[in-house]
């Protein structure tokens, strides 16, 4: 028995674990067994009931092994060979190319996917298809954070410093963030900071799990979180304690932004949002008297039409009080998929090309395409953000073709109806997957992939620690890596340059492209991240350390300066009105994984949540006509699903909660509305109207 050091394959917290195989192999897969690891510091020696298990994943009964393909419109998918699925794949794509232009055909990747893979992904979509629609279900997650981050902090990196760097803070404020179910380890290093005596403050429209071990939980109304962070820092600077000197040295902006907040006095900010005065100035008070402390958002703050304002208005507070920047505390944003901080630095986002470059910037180009070995003006333009992507499947102009890599959009995009029927006007949907997911069950052609415990690689984790993933059993016969398939279609399609399937060498290749980008990490090699536990980038040689703290010394912003950006209140996009009367938010659960894809085939997890529901308070409840456990519709203007009724205190009583993770009836995605940032283009899951009542 030999166990071997790798990571959950889920969440951004990427704890440690070390899987071991009992038995003796054959035709009966071994039966892997799933071990915590104590010397990966963010998950501290611990596994929420997702990573224990984790192993299951391996056996899922309806594991793809045979690639699949479909005959005909409606013919069924039916198993056949490698070379027939790649054939088909590559002629349609070729012949649609021909007939409309590259254009014709669209990838869609995930922030699941290793370094090696989100880099080539994009390389192959630039190089082999030459295409410029590229996007990612990152755009679903964080990027809201990251476009805010990098106008005021000049970079995008999820975390201001180690994880571990929590546990000494004097105060953490987590605006729309519910790690007790999302990262149940990540709150050990919270747990820590309170018993330091630090506090903890909680923003979220419901009193989470995260929430009740909070000293101090604010409940705003969803989407109302710039005006609270407005009116916070309306209080710090009416209240003197803003960081003038901090201010003065190492930002710029701030004059605008104080303008800007002087409409946000207190009363005026708890007629907007619901929270009481007296809380603010709490909230206030802990954060002020703190040494070191931490703003933190998560997707509840950032899934908005005003999302990036919303961090925007989170970050200038964190400015007012002196915070980024100095050890030991700063802004940080959660990241949440296993990769989703490397997912997005390496070429996979439609404006990207890979070390976070520009796609539009000549000599970002001009250096990528010396390593790609191409002319830098045969590389396409920007592409289509993920959502407008998805919208313009099948429309003239539109792509026709789509090769999805890590996702299941069906279940997982806002507005899924109208995904859905995009997905049908499709001449060609090719899925990889290692599951039947929704999304792959609608294919043309569904591959299937290697899995995280068959396949090697790194994987970045919320830090920006860079660390390894490793292949403890062999993929199922008839199974081929992401890398194998790209290459392979690389192949088939004439793409110039090197399509190694090789992971290694896939990294060795990837710091090169990225060398001298902002996500440089061309000093990092396997054996450094062996040695070291994993490495912090940016790190641009292999005798730089790393960088676990980037903004010590000055930012990564032209004058090193970190730069306020003066946001205003709006609402959300679709508000409530007679019609629609109440607040639909929606998130997670403990026991379930974003689409549910992976999750829903684990049999104690499917036990643990089994199905969807709404949270709803009882005095709602009661108005409407609904009981506890009772089915209840819940209809906005774009769809209804029909779910159970959970009652609950701890939501206020002008919102329901539906979770994500479940196809059919329940859908939360039929609902929501996919208006769009203006920045960076993430749709407003986190807010809209609906009706709701029992289901007749
Ligand atoms: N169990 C589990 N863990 C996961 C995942 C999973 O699917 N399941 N997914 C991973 C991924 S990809 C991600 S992105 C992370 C997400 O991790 P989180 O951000 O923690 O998860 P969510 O549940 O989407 O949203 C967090 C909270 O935002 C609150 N919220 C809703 N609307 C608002 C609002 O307008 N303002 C504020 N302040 N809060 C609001 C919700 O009530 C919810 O409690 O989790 C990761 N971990
Ligand atoms: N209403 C609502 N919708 C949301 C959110 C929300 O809070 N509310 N959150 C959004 C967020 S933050 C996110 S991140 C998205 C996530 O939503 P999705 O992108 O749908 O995420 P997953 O369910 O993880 O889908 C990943 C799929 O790829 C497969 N897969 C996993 N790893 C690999 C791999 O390495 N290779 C291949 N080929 N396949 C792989 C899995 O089996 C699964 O079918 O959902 C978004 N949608
Ligand atoms: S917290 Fe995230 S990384 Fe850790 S075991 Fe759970 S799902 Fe896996
Ligand atoms: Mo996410």
């Not at 020696?45 to 224990?52: D, R, T």
């Not at 005021?152 to 179910?181: F, H, I, K, Q, Y």
């Not at 109304?221 to 304690?241: F, K, M, S, W």
């Not at 919208?391 to 069906?410: C, I, M, Y």
Request: hydrophobic letters at 40%.
């Amino acid at each position: 028995m030999m166990g071997t050091p790798t990571h959950c394959p889920y969440c951004a917290l990427q704890c440690g674990m070390t899987l071991s195989r009992d038995g003796a192999g054959g035709a009966a897969r071994d039966t892997v067994r799933v071990e915590p690891r104590d010397d990966v510091p963010a998950g501290r020696g611990g596994l929420c009931q997702k990573g224990w298990t984790a192993a299951e994943l391996l056996t899922v009964p309806d594991r793809l092994t045979a690639p699949m393909m479909r005959r005909g419109r409606d013919a069924p998918l039916e198993p056949c060979t490698w070379d027939e699925a790649l054939g088909r794949v590559a002629a349609e794509a070729e012949r649609l190319g021909a007939l409309h232009g590259p254009d014709a055909v669209a990838v869609f990747g995930g922030g699941g996917l290793t370094n090696e893979k989100a880099y080539q992904l994009g390389k192959f979509a630039r190089v082999a298809l030459g295409t410029s629609q590229i996007d990612y279900n990152g755009r679903f997650c964080m990027s809201s954070a990251a476009a805010a981050s990098g106008r005021a902090l000049g970079m995008d990196r999820g975390l201001p410093g180690p994880v571990t760097d929590l546990a000494a803070s004097g105060a953490v404020l987590l605006a729309g963030g519910n790690p007790a179910e999302t990262m149940p380890p990540f709150m050990r290093h919270l747990t820590e900071m309170r018993a330091g005596g630090g506090a903890l403050v909680v923003v979220d429209p419901r009193r989470t799990a995260t929430a009740r071990q909070a000293d101090l939980h604010l409940q705003p109304a969803p989407g109302t979180d710039i005006a609270l962070a407005n009116g916070l820092l309306h209080l710090v600077i009416a209240e003197g304690r803003a960081d003038g000197d901090y201010i003065a040295a190492r930002t710029t902006g701030f004059g605008a932004v104080r303008t800007a907040v002087n409409a946000y006095w207190p009363e005026r900010v708890e007629r907007i949002t619901g929270v009481p005065v007296p809380l603010m100035r709490e909230a206030v008070r802990l954060l002020a008297r703190a040494g070191r402390a931490h703003v933190l958002t998560g997707r509840g703050a950032e899934q908005h039409a005003r999302g990036t304002d919303t961090v925007s208005a989170f970050i200038n507070l964190a400015l007012a009080l002196g915070l980024p920047g100095r050890a030991g505390s700063g802004y940080g944003c959660l990241t949440g998929q296993g990769n989703g901080q490397g997912g997005r630095e390496h070429g996979q986002k439609a404006d990207q090309l890979p070390g976070y470059r520009r796609i539009d910037d000549p000599a970002a180009r001009a250096h990528v395409a010396g390593v790609w070995g191409v002319d830098p003006d045969s590389l396409p333009g920007p592409g289509r953000s993920a959502q407008e992507l998805l919208s313009a499947l099948g429309t003239p102009g539109g792509p026709k073709a789509l090769l999805v890599f890590g996702s299941n959009p069906l279940v997982s995009a806002p507005r899924a109806a109208a995904v859905e029927e995009r997905l049908g006007a499709l001449d060609l949907l090719v899925v990889a997957d290692f599951v039947p997911s929704e999304t792959a069950r609608r294919a043309d052609v569904a591959l299937p992939a290697a899995q995280w415990a068959e396949e090697s690689g790194t994987m970045t984790n919320l830090e920006g620690r860079v660390l390894r993933r490793r292949r403890a059993v062999p993929p199922p016969d008839g199974v081929r890596t992401d890398l194998e398939i790209i290459g392979a279609l690389a192949a088939r399609l004439g793409a110039p340059g090197e399509w190694s399937t090789d992971p290694a060498e896939v990294f060795a290749e990837l710091r090169r492209a990225g060398a001298g980008g902002a996500a440089d990490y061309s000093g990092i090699t396997y054996e450094r991240i062996e040695a070291e536990g994993g490495v912090f980038w940016p790190c641009p040689s292999q005798d730089h350390p790393g960088t676990p703290r980037p903004y010590l010394d000055r930012f990564p912003t032209p004058d090193g300066r970190a730069r306020f950006v003066p946001v205003e209140h709006h609402g959300p996009a679709e508000d409530v009105d007679a019609g629609y009367p109440v607040y639909l938010t929606t998130g997670r659960v403990l026991a379930q994984y974003q689409s549910g894809a992976q999750t829903r085939r684990v049999p104690a997890l499917a036990e643990a949540a089994p199905g969807p529901f709404a949270e709803l308070h009882p005095d709602l409840a009661a108005r409407l006509g609904i009981e506890d456990g009772g089915e209840v519709r819940v209809e906005s203007r774009r769809g209804a699903v029909t779910v159970r009724a959970r009652f609950s205190d701890a939501i206020r009583d002008d919102t329901v909660f539906i979770p994500f993770h479940w196809a059919g009836e329940g859908r939360a995605n039929l609902l929501t509305n996919p208006a769009l940032d203006p920045v960076s283009r993430m749709p407003e899951f986190k807010v809209c109207a609906v009706r709701l009542g029992p289901a007749r």
